[in-house]
């Protein structure tokens, strides 16, 4: 989730390199960076934390005239926040900025005789190009095989002193956009930045690459030279933070296909899971699982013990972080310690988390923010890696944290040996399936847009699931209370005629989650019985249900935890439909604050 800008001209090359920084600081900001080429003269600057880290400290770089500058932004996903793993990183005479994974970059940097200094798998291209550099002896054709040899997705920006001029870019998979206003040209990973600056944009395609200098664009598609395609620049900032998205609430559902991607980088092999965070070893020793969170958090941590049971047979715990603070817990040595958080700021999960660690137990911390008070508490920590989530309403950071839960479920059991191989490999095929379960059908977003006005009165929600369906339940009314401020309650769908059934009627408006790979049938009769109690009924199944009032079909698919992703984004955009309709500002809902820092 990091961002990128560079620029080629006279007008104040540094100014437009910070500003274009700040507007991307709401995608990640562990660390930021840039560098600047005048002829052979080159200034770099890189700060840990905050953009104002960065201002302050190239405060007396100063640049007059013309020059080629790049910079970058960066939220930590291969290596810690340091400053060394900031970008620009560099070789000899060349520096680049990068967004994306370069997959292949442990083969290529054995590949290679040069001195790294990062743990990134970005250094490898600078290295990788000043090789070529001095095989090819030209700049041009040594990017051009610098990317040919890159695996994985990348948006690209290359400086060098072999053509202090220029600046070579190359787009797969990551966004990137050149701009242009006269001789100047612009470039960004999306068109905030580009604002105020550049006249036209050309959007890039996968596969085209080239390189730029004053008032010049020179674009390849792959080995094909073409002519670019400039359209005049018409957005506006604040929709260009939004991607063009109404809310952020709707930007971040719609990125959870791609964010996912992010979460399982690295840690899913053909074999199996693997994180570097953490070793059998450390999890010696361990007999059991306790799990503390707040909010949707708490509702990740209650779908990750269902899990953690199924898969790797070890008993786990779910609490509540306020709750558990105050009940005197009994607590031993063999339980694992998890905490759950996106900001890694909660207060009461943060004082949760110091009693386990007062009473000696391991801890692990499953968080978005690194260098936060919980990640740096912990004794571990897994990074869902979700990218900043502005959003009040947690949508990204929720489905990211499941699915760390689900692939360190999977990790425990290939250690305890509980599942055989085809079980292993029907979670493994299923977790690198979810990217499909999360991408938001079009038709399907427009069916819940219709069906929304179906729903704004009445005297409550209940929705209602089974197993694993329960927590994602309690989720799914969550969603709708935060930003909708109408009653919802999640309930286990076998305790409603225990009591709650008593409510049942037309105007108590029932959500089931029906998956078709677990326990159908058993919800299937909890929903009848409240049918046959004339609430109405909105099922989400991908089976056909007859007495659903509404019914929401999802696609079919072979595991229940695909089902679940797709339910998940359904929840969500049926709630911000809903709070929409309402009037509601989705991102700023009354009373509610991103990060609840105090008791
Ligand atoms: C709901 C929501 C909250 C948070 C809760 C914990 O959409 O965002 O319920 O989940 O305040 O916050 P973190 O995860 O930052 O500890």
């Given amino acids: 989730m990091c961002g990128i800008v560079g620029y080629v001209g006279s007008n104040d090359i540094k100014n437009f390199l910070l500003e274009g920084l700040k507007e991307l600081e709401y995608r990640g900001y562990d660390s930021a960076g840039m560098a600047i080429l005048q002829d052979d003269s080159l200034k770099i600057c890189k700060a840990v934390g905050k953009l104002e880290n960065l201002q302050k400290k190239c405060q007396d770089i100063k640049v007059d005239g013309f020059g080629v500058g790049i910079a970058h932004t960066r939220w930590a996903t291969h290596g810690k926040p340091t400053e060394l793993n900031a970008h620009p990183h560099f070789g000899e005479f060349s520096y680049v900025v990068h967004n994306g994974i370069i997959e292949n970059y442990k083969e290529l940097k054995e590949s290679l005789d040069a001195k790294f200094v990062s743990q990134t798998d970005t250094e490898v291209i600078v290295h990788l190009f000043e090789k070529n550099i001095e095989e090819l002896k030209d700049p041009l054709k040594a990017f051009k095989a610098t990317i040919d040899a890159l695996k994985g997705a990348y948006a690209i ?220 508490l912990a004794d571990r920590t897994i990074l869902t890696r979700a990218g900043i989530e502005k959003g009040v309403a947690s949508t990204k950071a929720f489905t990211t944290q499941v699915m760390v839960l689900w692939m360190f479920a999977l990790y425990l059991a290939q250690s305890a040996k509980t599942l055989d191989e085809s079980q292993h490999k029907k979670e493994l095929e299923a977790i690198m399936h979810t990217p499909h379960a999360l991408k938001v059908d079009e038709n399907m977003h427009e069916r819940l847009k219709r069906l929304s006005k179906r729903y704004l009165h009445g005297h409550g929600f209940f929705f209602i699931g089974r197993d694993i369906f329960f927590p994602l339940a309690l989720e799914g009314a969550l969603k709708l209370k935060e930003i909708s401020y109408l009653h919802a309650e999640g309930y286990p769908a076998g305790e409603m005629k225990h009591g709650p059934i008593a409510l049942a009627d037309p105007e108590l408006f029932t959500i089931a989650l029906m998956p078709k790979n677990l326990l159908y049938d058993k919800i299937k009769s909890n929903v009848e019985e409240l049918s046959a109690r004339d609430s109405t009924i909105c099922a989400i199944s991908s089976l056909e249900f007859d007495l659903a009032d509404d019914f929401v079909r999802i696609h079919e698919w072979d595991h229940f935890m695909l089902e679940y992703y797709e339910m998940a984004v359904v929840l969500q955009l049926l709630a911000m439909e809903i709070a929409i309709r309402l009037g509601n500002d989705v991102d700023m809902p009354r009373n509610l604050a991103k990060s609840v820092t105090v008791e």
Avoid at 304 to 315: D, H, N
Avoid at 346 to 357: C, G, I, P, Q
């Fill in 157 to 376: 920006l290359l400086i060098t002193k072999a053509a202090p001029d220029k600046i070579f870019f190359a787009k797969e998979g990551s966004p990137l956009i050149v701009g242009r206003n006269g001789d100047e040209i612009y470039f960004a990973s999306s068109d905030a930045p580009l604002i105020g600056y550049a006249k036209e944009v050309h959007y890039l395609e996968d596969g085209e690459w080239g390189v730029v200098q004053r008032g010049e664009v020179q674009l390849f598609s792959h080995d094909q030279k073409i002519e670019p395609e400039f359209k005049p620049l018409t957005i506006n900032k604040e929709l260009a933070q939004k991607g063009g998205y109404r809310f952020f609430m709707e930007k971040e559902i719609y990125e959870q296909s791609d964010v996912i991607t992010e979460t399982m980088m690295g840690r899913i092999t053909e074999n199996g899971v693997d994180f570097e965070e953490i070793d059998e070893e450390y999890l010696k020793g361990i007999t059991s699982i306790k799990i503390c969170a707040c909010g949707t958090s708490y509702h990740a941590g209650l779908s990750g013990a269902y899990l953690i049971e199924k898969l790797a047979r070890v008993p786990v715990t779910c609490e509540i972080a306020s709750e558990f603070r105050y009940k005197d817990p009994v607590l031993h040595k063999d339980t694992l310690f998890i905490v759950i958080s996106q900001s890694g700021e909660t207060a009461d999960t943060l004082e949760a988390l110091k009693m386990a660690k007062n009473a000696g137990l391991k801890t692990l911390a499953i968080c978005n923010v690194d260098n936060s008070s919980i990640v740096r």
